[in-house]
Nanobody
Framework: VQLVESGGGLVQPGESLRLSCAAS????????MSWHRQVPGKEREFIAA????????YYSDSLKGRFTISRDNAKNMVFLQMNSLKPEDTAVYYC????????WGQGTQVTVSP
């Protein structure tokens, strides 16, 4: 099983980024996909999760409204659209696949700085 995140980078406050996570080696449609983030020295934080059917979507209360999760089962991919980014959104962003087993990607760095 492999989860590969991409789309991170350096942006200015107020800008947007779209993260992607490509999954392989698993029956993608059977997994709940989620995004998390982590700042050094802090616990990994839940952002959003999306099940299948895609009507099952959950967000962190603190991030709901700026971040949007989506998935494309035909392409085995999950996305995180991040708008109105703030410096406090700076973190490593991870995708996770959850079913009977759990798998994590290696993460992608997002840095929000003037």
């Amino acid at each position: 099983v492999q989860l590969v995140e991409s789309g991170g980078g350096l942006v200015q406050p107020g800008e947007s980024l779209r993260l992607s996570c490509a999954a392989s080696g698993l029956t993608f449609s059977s997994y709940v996909m989620s995004w998390h983030r982590q700042v050094p020295g802090k616990e990994r934080e839940f952002i959003a999760a999306i099940g299948n059917p895609v009507t099952s979507i959950y967000y962190s209360d603190s991030l709901k409204g700026r971040f949007t999760i989506s998935r494309d089962n035909a392409k085995n991919m999950v996305f995180l659209q991040m708008n109105s980014l703030k410096p406090e959104d700076t973190a490593v962003y991870y995708c996770k696949a959850t079913s009977r087993s759990k798998y994590w990607g290696q993460g992608t760095q997002v840095t929000v700085s003037p």
